[in-house]
C-alpha cells in the first residue's frame, strides 16, 4: 500500500527468522525510492536479533531473487531466505514437483521419469541420519516457501534440460517432522545413457541445497539448530528471551 509518507511492504519471515520475531511477517513502511536494503535496515533496528543473520540471506521480491540495491514498490513482497539446505501438499504448477509432509513414495518419483526412450534412471533419496558432528539426531524439522520453492524447482529443471538435454526429471520433498530413516528427499532423472542420469542428478540435489527455499532443523537431546547457520548458540549482543 502507499502511505502520505511513501510505501509498505511486507516481509515474510521464515525459519530461525520466524522463530526470533515472532511472527511469519511484519509491514515496513519506508520512503519512496527505498530499497530491499532500506528494508532489512529497518527490520535490524526493530530487531536487533535478526542483525547478525542478514550477511548471509538472500532475499526475494513478489518470489523473485533479487539484489539488495533493487527498488521497492507498494505493496511488495519481500521474503528473506536464510541458508537453505534443503496432510499438506502445496497446489504444484508442476506435475514433476511435489511438497508434501505425507511420507515419499521413491517408486511413484521414478515412475515420472521411466520410459523406453532412457537407458538409465537413477533415484536418490535423503533420509534422516542418527548423528551430526558427534551429536545424536533425535529428527528433522523442515520448512518451506512452497511458492517460491515450486519457482526455483523449475529453474533447476529447466537448467538441466539446456546442460544435458534431460526433460525426464522428477522431485518430491518432505516437509514438517521426519523421524529417524525417513526419507526428506527423492530426486529421479531418466537419460538415455547412464553418465548423463548420475551427472543431472547430483546437480539438482546441489542446486536445491543452493537456492530453493526449504530449510532443515536438526534437533537433538541439548537443542537445536537450523543448518545452514552454523551454530545454534544465540548470537553475539542478543538479549531476548
Not at 527498488?71 to 508442476?94: F, K, T, W
Amino acid at each position: 500500500m502507499t502511505t502520505s509518507n511513501g510505501i509498505t511492504v511486507t516481509l515474510r519471515l521464515f525459519a530461525v527468522y520466524r522463530e526470533r520475531v515472532g511472527s511469519d511477517y511484519i509491514e515496513v513502511a519506508l520512503p519512496d525510492g527505498a530499497t530491499v536494503e532500506d528494508a532489512l535496515r529497518c527490520l535490524a533496528e526493530a530487531y536487533p536479533v535478526t542483525k547478525p543473520l542478514l550477511a548471509t540471506t538472500m532475499v526475494a521480491v513478489n518470489q523473485s531473487y533479487v539484489e539488495r540495491s533493487e527498488a521497492l514498490q507498494a505493496g511488495d513482497e519481500v521474503a528473506l531466505i536464510p541458508p537453505v539446505s534443503g496432510g499438506l501438499d502445496y497446489p504444484s504448477p508442476d506435475p514433476r514437483i511435489l511438497i508434501s509432509d505425507d511420507p515419499l513414495d521413491a517408486d511413484r518419483v521414478t515412475a515420472m521419469v521411466t520410459n523406453t526412450a532412457n537407458g538409465g534412471i537413477v533415484t536418490f533419496q535423503g533420509v534422516t541420519r542418527d548423528e551430526t558432528g558427534g551429536r545424536a539426531v533425535v529428527r528433522l524439522d523442515y520448512e518451506a516457501y512452497p511458492e517460491m520453492a515450486y519457482k526455483t524447482l523449475q529453474q533447476i529443471f529447466a537448467e538441466v534440460e539446456e546442460r544435458w538435454g534431460i526433460t525426464d526429471v522428477a522431485l518430491a520433498h518432505r516437509i514438517g517432522r521426519l523421524e529417524l530413516g525417513e526419507a526428506s528427499l527423492v530426486v529421479a532423472v531418466g537419460a538415455a545413457h547412464r553418465a548423463e542420469a548420475f551427472a543431472a542428478t547430483m546437480y539438482m540435489v546441489d542446486r536445491l541445497k543452493e537456492i530453493v527455499p526449504i530449510w532443515k532443523k536438526e534437533q537433538f537431546e541439548d537443542g537445536s539448530v537450523w543448518v545452514g547457520l552454523g551454530s545454534s548458540a544465540p548470537p553475539e549482543g542478543w538479549t531476548g528471551a
